[in-house]
Structure formats: structure tokens, C-alpha cells
């Protein structure tokens, strides 16, 4: 084998992936030379590589400058200057070698034509199972990179179309990645704010790919990702906007990232708050998980969602009530909802979707994922006092749907829920419980683990005191 640097593998076949001489990332050093492959020495060979015909007195034996391979004249007669070897003068390129030399060696001209020529002909053969591997051989991944950073819209759109073919060839990842496609898509997204649509949409399409590695997550977020996603989130095309926010919400399962999202200043939380309500039912279940990522971390999150929602007006509410029939919508409402409640200081602001959840429990769903959301979040709101008057009318609910669940999360949030109310309304509380649900509810709580073993210990301490001797 001719050619350098570790072996990966490309739909089916090993490939070499062309190395740089010095700094890998092209992105920062556009002017890059790449590793010479290795030179085949005269003696190794007695056949052309290509045609396998036998080299004598008149087929002679001929180097490619490109492969370092041996070759006949026949198949290794075009000449052409290879800048990105570091050679300025034609040299011979075998066949095999010559389509794609010759496009990668145009790209370092400064006619514009020529770059125009080099980025349609790489993204086209980067776009065929059967042209790509020579692309990623040769240098075509550095090329489209450094042609990627002109300001010529043909180009841009061409060669953003061939780096999202590349993305979509998981191997390549890590070659992407070093030789700078990351960051240069980022810069693209950040500077064109009203560029083609179509620039746009390959663009985010690549940045969604990476972030679904954790790994290319960090680094499209150290190359800077977060702002321009931001700003497609809020774009006027409904597809683009939903790529954005895809990305999106893979982005924000990176808690470093929550403080700059809802402090953002390009508006992204009310940007966000409003999606929930969308029309479209995936826009809005993607919404609805980015903002219960965002809830999952600090209180001061939690409390400006609630705030925000509250001044944009309730979006959360009318997510919860839009779409009654797609479960992955409530799961995913009720599970921001359920985060929200455990937030003291905005009760008040959240009675209205508290209500509009006891509501959806007494309807008993029957999908069990939004069951474990419904039951978590009324016991969470259970928890603060004010709360009990607005929750005593559903303990009836409580039972039926939680409290006699086989599941025993359910099971544990209708608990949590029901012993919350009995200490702060125990009247209302029992009152209800004696109507319906005291059997039930005192069956299940003997089922809990150690619970009566607890209660004896305390009553055993209590009654000490008792029966002491007067
Ligand atoms: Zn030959
Ligand atoms: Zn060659």
C-alpha cells in the first residue's frame, strides 16, 4: 500500500486518509501541505499497477507523484503541478490519481473558475460511494475546507453540500473534526444570517449530525455552535427552524450549556417558549424537551422559564391543552411541568397548569411514561402548602390512577402526593380518603419496604415515655 496514515474503513473498502504536514487543521493554515505518499521503489514492481502489463526494454517503469506507485506510460501520462504536495512544476499522475489531483490542485489557483470547477467536481464525487474514497485519499476533505472560506455564494453552496455528504459517513468524523470542517461551518452559519436557504439547511444538517457524538458535541460548542443554532432556531423557514432546534436539543444535553441559552441575548427563551405552542406537533415536542433539559438544573433556571412564560403568555398552557392526543407532547410538557413545580418562589405563577395536570390525570391515561410524568409532578406540587386546597378535590384520582398502579414509581409519587396533603389539609384530606380510596391507600402503604417496621420504631420510642414508672 502506497499511500499514508491510519486505515479507516468507507462503505466496505479501507481507506487512507491523507495527512497534513504540520498543523491538521486547515481551517487555521489554509496554505497546507500534505504528506508524500510513499515511494514504491523500481525493484518491488515487475507489472503496471493499473494495466498489469509487464515492463521490459519498452514499457518502462514510471512514477506517479501523486500514489508514489509504479506505472506504465500508458496509464501515467498526464503531467500536472501539484501545490498541495509542494510541487510547482507538472509532474507525471497516474490515472487513478488525475480526476481528483487535478480538482484539488485547481482549488489552490486564485481564478475563480478554476475554484468554482474544484468544488463542484469534490462534491459530487464526495456525494458517490464510488468516487469517495480518492477524495478522502488525495486531500479533497482539506480542499473543500479552505474553499469553504470564501465569500463566493456558488462555492459556499457547493462545498457546504459536499462537507454534509462527508458528515453523513460516520468514519470520517474524526477527519472532519481535525482538519477543521467543524469550525468552518459555524463561521459559515455565523456570517451568513440571510445566506441561501439552502447553504443554511446543509450546514445545520452537518452540525446535527456531529452533536449527536458527545465528543464532536464539546467541540462544535468550543468552535462555536451555540449562537448561530440560536439564530436558526428563531429563521423564517419552517424546516430550517426545526434543524436548528433538533440541534438544539441534542446541544442543550450539555448542562454547561443552559446558562448561556436562557440568558441568551438573541431571545432564545421566549423564542423557545413560544415553539411550544406551535403548530407544528414535532416543533413543538422539541421544544418542550429542550425547555425540560433547561428545567432539570438550577432553581434560577427554573424560575426564569416559569417567568418568561408567564410574560409571553402561558405558552405552557396551551401546549398542555392543544394537543391532548399526542402522548409524546404531554410526556414531554408534563415532565417540564413536573421540573417547574419544584420551584417555592413561582407557585402562584404555575396554578393554572397545575390545575390543567390534575385534570389530564383524572382523564386516566392510559400510557404508562405519562403516567410516572403526571404522578411526579402533582407530588412535587403537593410539597408546598398552598397548594393543598386546589389538589384535595383529585385525591380520589390520586388512588385510582397512582396508588393502585402496578408501577411502583407511580405508586411512589401517589404516595409522596397523598401524605403531603393529609399534614397540611388532614381534614379534607380524609374526608376524601373515607369516600373512596382509604382501603387502598393504607393496603399500599403496608407494601413499602420498611415502612412499618419504621413506624413501630417510632411509636416504640414514643410509648417508652408512656409507660415510664411514675
Ligand atoms: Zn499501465
Ligand atoms: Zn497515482
New binding site residues.
Partial sequence: MALLGCRIKLEGQDVYPARVDGAADVYQSPRFILTKARWVEDKQVSTCILCNNKFNQIRRKHH?R??G?VLCNKCCKERMPLPQLGIEDAER??D??APVTQLITKARSQMHQFQVESADGLTERCKNHNSIKRVVELGGIQTLIVLAQTENVQILRSVMSGLQALATHQPLHQELATAGAIKVICSILSRLREAEEQILTDGISSLMIFCKSPELKKKALDDGALNPVLTLCMYQSPTLALLALCTLSLIVENPDTHDAIVESSRNALPRILALTASSDEQTQEVALKILAHLSNGTDWHRHRIVQEDFSSGCSLHKALSSHPQNEQILCNAVCLIGNLATSAEDQSSLQSVMVRVCQLLQNSPSNSDLKIQLSRAIANFSKFKQNSDRLVPYVSDIVQTCIKSTTPSIRVHGMRAILSLLSYSPSQTTAELMRDGAVDLLESLGKVHGLLDSVQATLTIQAAALTRPL
Fill in positions: 506517479c501523486q500514489c506507485r499522475v497516474c487513478a490519481c
